[in-house]
């Protein structure tokens, strides 16, 4: 009986030591998914329509080429590839009175998300305000770009 439990409690040590050596089979820390962020939107302008109450904001889609053909060799199937399905436009004003604060935060608000491809927004615009805008990318699998440099429109 005491060469049975001694046998026993070897066997066990025996099986605790190799389960603690060899571990679970882990090969190293688990690793987000492949996500590759598009560039931001490119040439943000803007104009005034003839009758100055009207801004138009355009963009290129010229980054395009590069996030949607060459950048995801790396995906195993055409179904894991995002593409860029659109654009997000953000606004944010100030009053253009001598009190107001420019050089604090501004609190930008999304106004409008455009479709791929049409690359031009019109929105009516108020005398006696200071509107900027910023755009970024969206794709299919949520997946948004950095924001474009700010536009500034000072409408007087």
């Known amino acids: 009986m005491k060469y049975a439990f001694h046998a026993l409690f070897v066997l066990l040590i025996s099986v605790f030591c190799v389960l603690l050596i060899t571990g679970c089979g882990k090969k190293g820390d688990p690793l987000p998914p492949l996500m590759i962020v598009p560039e931001p939107p490119d040439n943000l302008t803007y104009s005034l329509d003839s009758d100055n109450a009207r801004v138009l904001l355009s963009w290129d889609y010229n980054t395009l080429s590069d996030f949607n053909n060459k950048r995801y060799a790396e995906y195993r199937s055409a179904a894991e590839k995002p593409e860029i399905k659109?654009?997000?436009?953000?606004?944010?004003?100030?009053?253009?009175?001598?009190?107001?604060?420019?050089?604090?935060?501004?609190?930008?608000?999304?106004?409008?998300s455009i479709a791929f491809p049409i690359s031009e927004y019109r929105e009516p615009i108020e005398?006696?305000?200071?509107?900027?805008?910023?755009?970024r990318y969206y794709t299919d699998h949520n997946i948004l770009s950095q924001f474009s440099e700010t536009v500034e429109v000072e409408f007087q």
Do not use: N, Q, T, W
Request: net charge positive.
């Open 127 to 135: 005398k006696g305000f200071v509107y900027f805008y910023k755009a």
């Open 86 to 112: 659109g654009l997000e436009l953000f606004r944010a004003r100030l009053m253009l009175s001598d009190d107001a604060c420019r050089g604090c935060p501004l609190d930008f608000a999304r106004i409008s």
